[in-house]
């Protein structure tokens, strides 16, 4: 399986980014999938997740702002990014758990595949 995240940019706080995250392999489909991010000088932290069944999940500083999606179609998956503030630079990295679940995922640790990442970057 290989990730390739992208979507990334420059946009001025209260603007908005759709990322992507295209997967290759037969697996897509039945994944679980998340999204991550690590800002400058802080460790990695979790943003949100989907899983089979479109059950989502949320960080608490992202909650009603960042909307997860999947098309299983095209294996790629999104984050629509709305209302960016400047504490949301970071590099965006999506991730792929094979566990064939219904359950979600919250802990890097749970995740067996990584993209590449894609820096996001929100001006003042």
């Known amino acids: 399986v290989q990730l390739q995240a992208s979507g990334g940019g420059l946009v001025r706080a209260g603007g908005s980014l759709r990322l992507s995250c295209a997967a290759s392999?037969?697996?897509?489909?039945?994944?679980?999938m998340g999204w991550f991010r690590q800002a400058p000088g802080k460790e990695r932290e979790f943003v949100a997740t989907?899983?089979?069944?479109?059950?989502?999940g949320y960080s608490d500083s992202v909650k009603g702002r960042f909307t997860v999606s999947r098309d299983n179609s095209r294996n790629t998956m999104y984050l629509q990014m709305n209302s960016l503030k400047p504490e949301d630079t970071a590099v965006y990295y999506c991730?792929?758990?094979?566990?064939?679940?219904?359950?979600?995922?919250?802990?890097?640790?749970?995740?067996?595949?990584w993209g590449q990442g894609t820096l996001v970057t929100v001006s003042s």
């Open positions: 991730a792929l758990s094979r566990s064939y679940s219904d359950s979600l995922r919250y802990n890097e640790r749970e995740f067996d595949y």
């Open positions: 392999g037969r697996t897509f489909s039945t994944s679980i």
């Open positions: 989907i899983n089979r069944n479109w059950n989502v």
